[in-house]
C-alpha cells in the first residue's frame, strides 16, 4: 500500500471520476477528494464497509495530504468509532495503513451504493440531490414517529 495514499477500487475509478466537474463531465463534485469523502459517509450512514479487491491503476492513489484537516478529522473519527481504540490515530506507519483502510472501505461501499443508483441516470446532481432529499425526510418521518406513551402519565 502506498503510505499514505487513498486508493480507488477498479470497478468504480469511472464512477468517481464522473462524479468530479470537467470539460466532458459536469459532475456535482469539484475534486476526488469530495466524492472520496461523500461515499464514505455514505457507507458509513448505511453501516457498509467493501473491501477493495482490484486497485485501480487509471485513477492514481488520493494522497492523504490533499485532504483537508477536517476531511482528515474525519478519517480519524471514524478510525476510532470502527476501532474502539484511541491509538488508531498514533504516528506509526500501521496505525496510518488502519485508518486508510478504514476509510476505503467505507468510500468503496459508498461508491457501490451510489453506484447503484445512478444507474440509468442521465443528470448526476439531480439523482444525488434527490438521495439526499429522500434521506433528509426519511430520517425526519422516523424521529417524528407517534408516540402514544407521552399521553400516559
Known sequence: MAANRIR?????ADLVKSLVASKDTTGPFQTYVEVMVFAAALGVKYKKRV???LISKDLSPLRQDYFTS???????LLAITETENIKVIGDDNVADEQRIHIFEEYANAGLEIIQNELRGAVDYSERLLLILSYEKTNTQQQDEE???TK???
Do not use: E, G
Not at 8 to 12: H, Q, S
Not at 70 to 76: Q, R, Y
Open 146 to 148: 407517534f408516540d402514544l
Open 51 to 53: 473491501p477493495l479487491d
Open 8 to 12: 480507488v477500487a477498479k470497478d468504480k
Open 151 to 153: 399521553f400516559l402519565s
Open 70 to 76: 477536517s476531511f482528515t478529522l474525519l478519517i480519524n
